[in-house]
Nanobody
Framework: QVQLVESGGGLVQAGGSLRLSCAAS????????MGWFRQAPGKEREFVAR????????YYADSVKGRFTISRDNAKNTLYLQMNSLKPEDTAIYYC???????????WGQGTQVTVSS
């Protein structure tokens, strides 16, 4: 399995930006479709974005489309999430995840807190 560690979360005002990173180790990073998910207090975890193995294809939740950008650097074994025009409703713990050959996101990081103040 691949091990994942997120970083880059913090407190930001509405309209601001943050970039999250997810460092991967243990297995060949380029072998995994990667994704970002988030979980707000009292809510279920939800999908945010995903990216194909070599970064040629991305997909976003409607709630973040046009504001967030997912990217990856396979040479650095790192996944990114650039978040712009942040809103208070983006406040959540953000998790990166790796999908294996079966397409299921089976490896997860510990999460990083993002708080957007109004």
């Amino acid at each position: 399995q691949v091990q994942l560690v997120e970083s880059g979360g913090g407190l930001v005002q509405a309209g601001g930006s943050l970039r999250l990173s997810c460092a991967a180790s243990g297995r060949t990073f380029s072998g995994y479709v990667m994704g970002w998910f988030r979980q707000a207090p009292g809510k279920e975890r939800e999908f945010v974005a995903r990216i194909s193995r070599w970064g040629s294809s991305t997909y976003y939740a409607d709630s973040v489309k046009g504001r967030f950008t997912i990217s990856r650097d396979n040479a650095k074994n790192t996944l990114y999430l650039q978040m712009n025009s942040l809103k208070p409703e983006d406040t959540a713990i953000y998790y990166c995840a790796a999908a294996g050959a079966n397409g299921d996101f089976g490896s997860w990081g510990q999460g990083t807190q993002v708080t957007v103040s109004s």
